[in-house]
């Protein structure tokens, strides 16, 4: 009886490192296992793909045990899943953003960016500037734009898996002790190493467009709307750096250096048990141990002064007379602020235990 792997996808992803998959499931082999998948095209049986594999590479593999092996793993079937929204969106209807002309575009758009920031020193994001109106319908608009806009940038890798032909999927996860919007599309390993980047990087691509203009509005007039949208995107990307966490430069940092586990390598590493890793892991390993300062320097220089400055404000209509609005807002920054700390206290303590 013959074999047909046909449908499964074979990617050269390194020296005789290739990722084979079904779209859903993938795993990484050398270029013998890859090569008995190609023999394995449905016009021959298992004896006689080892047979061509022996003639062609000059060695003797156990075809059998190795399709016993892939049948362990779910790939001897397509992947089954449910049609989801995201589905109806076509490569064409998408790519464009994506496009050569689309990078022009943008690298025009910015230029005018940084023009206006060196022209008029209001376009240049200001956090302690950013509460233009009561405590809390700041506290309201800032929290709806932060959702919004984080959709928006979730929307750039759906879009970019998209036109790659990758399914993605839309949901909720945690980084750490953060609740994230997250888009899951494990068939970018299904596509070359270089196209994986567009998927990686389309989310900061989707937040830079958006500081950009907004910088631009700035130039022309001082919509606070536009304030708010850069300082949130420019968090946005920042965040993105913190890749201690499986953030969008994780994941472009894996890919630059061939890793499929980077964070479970590292950890080895650090745990002594990683012998012989490669430059990218060691370097990695390193950030780990530093990125807990780093993500305390991003809540310093941002969380830290939005949160004073609305307090500030808040304690100013106080002051007025107004009671109800000011008090709800720092109740709201309160609970926010007490939940956050515990969290962090109680993860910091699970990392530092499983180091020492």
Known sequence: MNTDLSFLTVVA???????????ETFVHVPAVAAAV???LDGTRTVAQARERVRAERGVDVDVAAFVGGLEGAGLLRRAGRAPNVWDRIRPRHVAWFF???????????????LAAAVAEPRVRPDVTALVWTGSLTFTLAFAAGSWILVFLHELGHIAAARSLGV?????????????????RMTGVWGVPRRARYRAYLAGMRV???????????LYATEAALARLVMVICLAQVVWQFLFFMRTDVYYVFANAGGNKNLMADAQAY??????GARWSVRVYAWFL??????????FAFYTVPITVAVCGRAAAELAAGSWWEPM?????????????????????LRWIRRFS
């Open 270 to 275: 650090l745990r002594g048990r990683g012998g």
């Open 289 to 298: 141990v530093v990125g807990r300062v780093l993500g305390l320097a991003f």
């Open 99 to 113: 496009s050569r002309p689309a990078d022009v575009a943008l690298l025009l758009l910015t230029g005018c960016a």
């Open 13 to 23: 992803d390194g020296p005789d490192d290739y990722v084979i998959g079904n779209g």
């Open 328 to 348: 709800t807002t720092l109740a709201v920054i309160s609970v926010g602020w007490v939940l956050y700390l515990v969290i962090l206290a109680r993860r910091s």
């Open 207 to 217: 937040d830079w467009t958006l500081i950009c203009l907004s910088a631009c509005v």
């Open 167 to 183: 399914r993605a999927e839309l949901s909720l996860g945690t980084r750490l002790q953060f609740l994230v919007v997250q888009t």
């Open 37 to 39: 998948v190609a023999a």
